[in-house]
């Protein structure tokens, strides 16, 4: 099949797309014809050797955890899908090397659910991994109806959804952002704030009280700023910085691969409740420059890649 991959750590020039050999699939994972995977920052942090002493990875690497596309072969004990089911998942293996970004991928049965018909395969492919790292993370804080909540970088890939589940669950959402996505997060049901110097009093502006809740997608100096603004007894969740856990008592969330959760994310996009916001498409080929674009940092929502 064709991939795009990599043997050896590096920037995007040590990827290419050419022939690998078809996964093999286990008792407890399933053959998928990839038909779109989402790319997350996440790729080429593992490319460049960052995550080298959390996770192993197997040269050929093929990148990509986020897939949507249609079960080809289930596995000897995947009673849940059959042949030609329409499935996403956030496949994410113990090891990185054969990944989403290719005409098949083994996704592990626990990982997948069904795709709603009324759900377009990019939509879907965009959905998994910043949709269930939003949603853990929210569940972690726990935000109650009626809190005041700051989500820094709410534009982003995660924040994006944090801000619309965090509205849907009754609170008060303000997000940072630079002002080009000032009316982006106006729409999603934030008031936007700009990150960077002035932050704290340009957000107690607008909360004076405080925040019940702090989302942190960026980390740095966005989490610095964390005791000026939470209020006594309130809650810190960081997906992009330990510090969360380690000085401000709150939690450093890793994001897990959870069907269940996938499923009610799918049936808030079906539904129309909760909006996916992919800003390009590429076909494989073109799948090294999609990770440039990625990794040029001046993209808005998700790119996707269609084998």
């Known amino acids: 099949m064709r991939a795009l991959h990599y043997n050896e750590f590096?920037?995007?020039g040590v990827m290419t797309v050419g022939e690998v050999p078809d996964p093999h699939i286990g008792p407890?994972?399933?053959?998928?014809k990839v038909l779109a995977a989402g790319i997350n920052p996440v790729d080429y942090k593992v490319r460049e050797g960052y995550l080298a002493g959390l996770i192993d990875t197997i040269f050929p690497a093929v990148p990509g955890w986020d897939v949507a596309g249609v079960v080809v072969r289930p596995g000897l004990d995947t009673p849940e899908f059959v042949a030609g089911d329409e499935v996403l998942a956030y496949a994410r293996a113990d090891v990185v090397h054969s990944g989403t970004l290719a005409e098949l991928v083994a996704v592990p049965v626990r990982t997948a659910t069904r795709k709603p018909?009324?759900?377009?395969?990019e939509d879907a492919a965009a959905l998994p991994l910043t949709g269930l790292t939003a949603l853990q993370s929210i569940r972690r804080s726990g935000l109650r109806e009626g809190d005041t909540?700051?989500?820094?970088?709410?534009?982003?890939?995660?924040?994006?959804f944090a801000t619309q589940l965090a509205v849907l669950a009754g609170a008060r959402v303000v997000g940072t952002a630079g002002p080009a996505n000032h009316e982006f997060l106006r729409s999603l049901g934030a008031e936007p704030v700009a990150y960077g110097e002035g932050l704290v009093a340009a957000a107690r502006a607008v909360a004076p009280d405080g925040?019940?809740?702090?989302?942190?997608?960026v980390g740095g100096a966005a989490l610095d700023v964390t005791p000026d603004l939470l209020r006594p007894g309130g809650s810190v969740v960081s997906i992009a910085d330990?510090?969360?856990?380690?000085?401000?008592?709150?939690?450093?969330?890793?994001v897990?691969?959870?069907r269940d959760d996938l499923a009610e994310l799918a049936g808030l996009v079906a539904d129309g409740r909760l909006r996916v916001h992919v800003s390009a498409v590429y076909d494989l080929e073109h799948a090294v420059d999609a990770y440039r674009a990625l990794e040029s940092g001046h993209t808005r929502g998700k790119i996707v890649v269609t084998p």
């Open 10 to 12: 590096g920037g995007p």
């Open 28 to 32: 407890d994972t399933m053959l998928v």
């Open 117 to 121: 018909a009324t759900v377009s395969f």
């Open 149 to 160: 909540v700051l989500v820094h970088a709410a534009a982003g890939g995660v924040g994006a």
């Open 211 to 217: 925040f019940d809740v702090v989302l942190d997608c």
């Open 242 to 254: 330990g510090r969360a856990a380690s000085e401000f008592g709150g939690q450093y969330v890793w």
């Open 256 to 258: 897990r691969p959870d």
